[in-house]
């Protein structure tokens, strides 16, 4: 080979090194699913995080599609948390097998908030011991295909013993579906707060027309995960009617709301 052809190809070498380095660079968007631990028959949540690209994160519509294992998950639900909730109610569809999403709007999302949503996944209570359930999409597209994305993929391990969860970011700000709904006698409610979220909390019962019915929790609470029921009754003693029911979480300025049925 001539000293030309070598130099040729020694450039050719680097320039495909350099392309190779440019594509490991090239993803605006860095998406990233948990690797943690849990037991059969635990409900685990499933914070979908997006890092910002260097100007903002600039999204118009989101389309995923999160594949599961129905061998291993009974359910799915996605949470009202996220910038998934930008433009409204977005499309969910959450089954055993996967959860779809996709929300589109005419304003960007520019804000530095990196929770795309939470995913709520109910493991079977005869789920094998052992078994290693990847978290990772069929497809994640933002605005259609721009910006690029990669994606960092997670791990759901199921074990004996408590759910681990590693702490690598901030915990969602969630509201959960009222369970049982509908109530006839009792209802429960989880929520979720952030490290930055532990002041002026407050949990509040409304009718459809806004009135205020009772106050299940106000004040400050450490970050973290929380509950508490409600026995249909007023803050008066007096047991509500039957009918739709709103229960508002909020805190910081944000707020999130879940409907629920009282039945006699």
């Given at each position: 080979m001539?000293?030309?052809?070598?130099k040729?190809?020694?450039?050719?070498?680097a320039?495909?090194?350099?392309?190779?380095?440019?594509g490991?660079?090239a993803?605006d968007?860095?998406?990233?699913?948990?690797t943690?631990?849990?037991?059969?028959g635990?409900t685990?949540l499933?914070?979908?995080?997006v890092?910002?690209?260097?100007n903002?994160?600039?999204?118009?519509?989101?389309?995923l599609?999160?594949?599961?294992?129905?061998?291993?998950i009974q359910?799915?639900?996605?949470?009202?948390d996220?910038?998934?909730?930008?433009w409204?109610?977005?499309?969910?569809?959450?089954?055993s097998s996967?959860?779809a999403e996709?929300?589109a709007?005419?304003t960007?999302?520019?804000?530095?908030?990196?929770?795309?949503?939470?995913v709520?996944l109910?493991?079977?209570a005869?789920?094998?011991?052992?078994?290693?359930?990847?978290?990772?999409?069929q497809?994640i597209l933002?605005?259609?295909?721009?910006?690029?994305?990669?994606?960092?993929?997670g791990l759901?391990r199921i074990?004996?013993?408590?759910?681990?969860?590693?702490?690598?970011?901030?915990?969602?700000?969630?509201?959960?579906?009222?369970?049982?709904?509908?109530?006839a006698?009792i209802?429960r409610?989880?929520?979720?707060l952030?490290?930055t979220?532990?002041?002026?909390?407050?949990?509040?019962?409304f009718?459809?027309d806004g009135r205020r019915?009772v106050?299940l929790a106000?004040?400050?609470?450490?970050?973290?995960r929380?509950?508490?029921?409600?026995?249909l009754?007023?803050s008066?003693?007096r047991?509500?009617?039957?009918?739709?029911?709103f229960?508002?979480?909020?805190c910081g300025?944000?707020?999130?709301?879940?409907?629920?049925?009282?039945?006699?």
């Open positions: 001539t000293p030309n052809g070598t040729l190809r020694a450039l050719g070498a320039l495909l090194v350099a392309g190779i380095a440019a490991a660079r993803a968007l860095q998406v990233t699913l948990p943690f631990t849990a037991p059969p635990a685990v499933v914070p979908i995080n890092s910002p690209a260097p903002g994160l600039g999204i118009l519509s989101i389309d599609r999160l594949t599961l294992d129905p061998a291993v359910s799915s639900q996605s949470l009202s996220g910038f998934l909730q930008t409204g109610a977005p499309y969910v569809n959450a089954t996967f959860v996709a929300a709007g005419s960007p999302v520019t804000s530095t908030q990196t929770l795309l949503n939470t709520q109910v493991i079977k005869g789920a094998v011991i052992g078994t290693d359930m990847p978290l990772q999409f497809h933002f605005n259609e295909g721009t910006p690029s994305v990669a994606v960092t993929n759901l074990r004996s013993g408590g759910v681990d969860v590693p702490r690598t970011g901030p915990l969602a700000f969630a509201l959960e579906p009222v369970s049982p709904n509908p109530a006698r209802a409610f989880a929520f979720s952030g490290g979220d532990a002041a002026g909390v407050n949990l509040e019962i009718t459809l019915v106050t106000a004040g400050e609470l450490p970050a973290g929380h509950e508490r029921t409600w026995d009754r007023e008066s003693g047991r509500v009617a039957p009918g739709v029911y229960v508002r979480l909020e300025g944000r707020h999130l709301q879940r409907r629920m049925v009282v039945v006699s």
